[in-house]
């Protein structure tokens, strides 16, 4: 399976594309949602509310998935399975991480060191305002599997080339 480089799954982690999460119910079964993510360099951050069913889940079980898919600007997977630390204030200062999430998204996801655009900066300003009243966590991913594919030379596994194969004759 062709897998995408260090460098670009560093540049497509760093695209605003929207993540899915599972956690786990009680019962055992999977509960998907989908998310905000920002990728640090070294530690993954999801932003959610201890109201939220998933971040009550992954407060009962730490296990955790993400998926991201893309077709644009580079068509791609990346999955990490691991577990969660939910972090919360005053014991955790989770307002840095949530506002660069927030650029993210909000804000058109600037470069590092770069300031968000002038007629984006007050729309960031508002959405991160409204994220400080609620009762907000931070959640840190703990990977311990990656799989990160690059779609753009994915040929698919061999059985399905040899399917495609077969159709064709």
């Not at 998310?35 to 109201?51: A, F």
């Amino acid at each position: 399976m062709p897998r995408m480089s260090a460098e670009d799954t560093e540049a497509f982690l760093a695209e605003p594309h929207v993540g899915v999460v599972a956690s786990l119910r009680r019962d055992g079964r999977p509960y998907t949602v989908p998310v905000w993510h920002l990728w640090d360099g070294t530690n993954l951050w999801i932003s959610g509310t201890e109201s939220r069913v998933w971040c009550r889940q992954l407060m009962r079980d730490p296990r955790i998935s993400l998926c991201v898919e893309a077709l644009e600007p580079v068509p791609g997977h990346v999955g990490i399975d691991g577990s969660a630390e939910v972090l919360r204030p005053p014991e955790f200062d989770i307002w840095p991480v949530s506002r660069q999430l927030v650029e993210k998204y909000v804000g058109g996801a600037p470069g590092p060191g770069e300031p968000v655009e002038t007629g984006k900066a007050a729309a960031v300003d508002a959405f991160f305002a409204n994220m400080q009243t609620e009762p907000r966590l931070l959640i840190r991913v703990i990977p311990e599997v990656w799989r990160a594919i690059d779609m753009r030379v994915y040929q698919g596994k061999r059985a399905d080339r040899d399917f495609q194969e077969r159709q064709r004759s």
